[in-house]
């Protein structure tokens, strides 16, 4: 059985820094392409971050400069470090892991606000 656990969001300032992380289980993360995505209220899921096994990264433009991505093999785990917060980077943020099949955690929220 595949899990995808998130942890590390919660309420942060704007221009603060949270590192977003995911475990895996039931899949080798090496095998896989790793992203992170998000969906605030009333918008559709939009990619943030991924990362291929090959190491080659992408961001969106939104985020480039200020997040990055990095997978822990040994571990098998996905990190998002995530600096100079805006209110617009509120949403609740999903690890996924994509081969021929996609696998979804259950999410953890990110609030910015003073």
């Known amino acids: 059985q595949v899990q995808l656990v998130e942890s590390g969001g919660g309420l942060v300032q704007p221009g603060g820094s949270l590192t977003l992380s995911c475990a895996a289980s039931?899949?080798?993360?090496?095998?896989?392409?790793m992203g992170w995505y998000r969906q605030a209220p009333g918008k559709q899921r939009e990619l943030v971050a991924r990362?291929?096994?090959?190491?080659?990264?992408y961001y969106a433009a939104s985020v480039k400069g200020r997040f990055t991505i990095s997978r822990d093999n040994a571990k098998n785990t996905v990190s998002l470090q995530m600096n100079s917060l805006k209110p617009e980077d509120t949403a609740v943020y999903y690890c996924?892991?994509?081969?021929?099949?996609?696998?979804w955690g259950q999410g953890t929220q990110v609030t910015v606000s003073s």
């Open positions: 039931g899949i080798i993360i090496s095998e896989y392409l």
């Open positions: 990362t291929a096994s090959t190491g080659s990264t």
């Open positions: 996924n892991a994509a081969r021929t099949v996609s696998h």
